[in-house]
Nanobody, 124 residues
Framework: QVQLEESGGGAVRTGGSLTLSCVAS????????MGWFRQAPGKEREFVAA????????RYSQSVKGRFTISRDVFKKTAYLTMNNLQPEDTAVYYC?????????????????WGQGTQVTVSS
C-alpha cells in the first residue's frame, strides 16, 4: 500500500493562491492515478481533481474547473494541486489519494490509499 505525504495547506485571503503537494512512497507503475478530495466541516467529502499517472489524463469537478490545476512530477513521485482565485467556499481539509485504476476517479471508493489531510482556510 502506497504511503502519501501531503503538504502546502495554509490560510489565505479571498482571491489568493496555494499549491498542495502529495509525495508517494513508492514509484507508481501500471494503471495508477492520484486525486484530490476535500471535506468541509459538517459536509460530505467531495471530489476535486485527479490525474492519471502515465498519460496525465485530467479530471476536475465543475466547482474548481478553471481555477485549480492538478499536475504531477513522475521523477519526484509527486502530485500537485495549484489553487487560484480561492474563495471562502474552498475552505476544507484537502486529502490526496492514490488509486490503482484510471477509471471512476471521481469516486472516493476507487482509491486505496489516502494522505493525512492538509487544512486550507480562505477568509474574506
Amino acid at each position: 500500500q502506497v504511503q502519501l505525504e501531503e503538504s502546502g495547506g495554509g490560510a489565505v485571503r479571498t482571491g489568493g493562491s496555494l499549491t498542495l503537494s502529495c509525495v508517494a512512497s513508492t514509484r507508481p507503475f501500471g494503471s495508477f492515478a492520484m486525486g484530490w478530495f476535500r471535506q468541509a466541516p459538517g459536509k460530505e467529502r467531495e471530489f476535486v481533481a485527479a490525474i492519471t499517472w502515465n498519460l496525465g489524463g485530467l479530471r476536475y469537478s465543475q466547482s474548481v474547473k478553471g481555477r485549480f490545476t492538478i499536475s504531477r512530477d513522475v521523477f519526484k513521485k509527486t502530485a500537485y494541486l495549484t489553487m487560484n482565485n480561492l474563495q471562502p467556499e474552498d475552505t476544507a481539509v484537502y486529502y490526496c489519494a492514490a488509486a490503482t485504476a484510471t477509471l471512476g476517479l471521481e469516486d472516493g471508493a476507487t482509491y486505496g490509499s489516502w494522505g493525512q489531510g492538509t487544512q486550507v482556510t480562505v477568509s474574506s
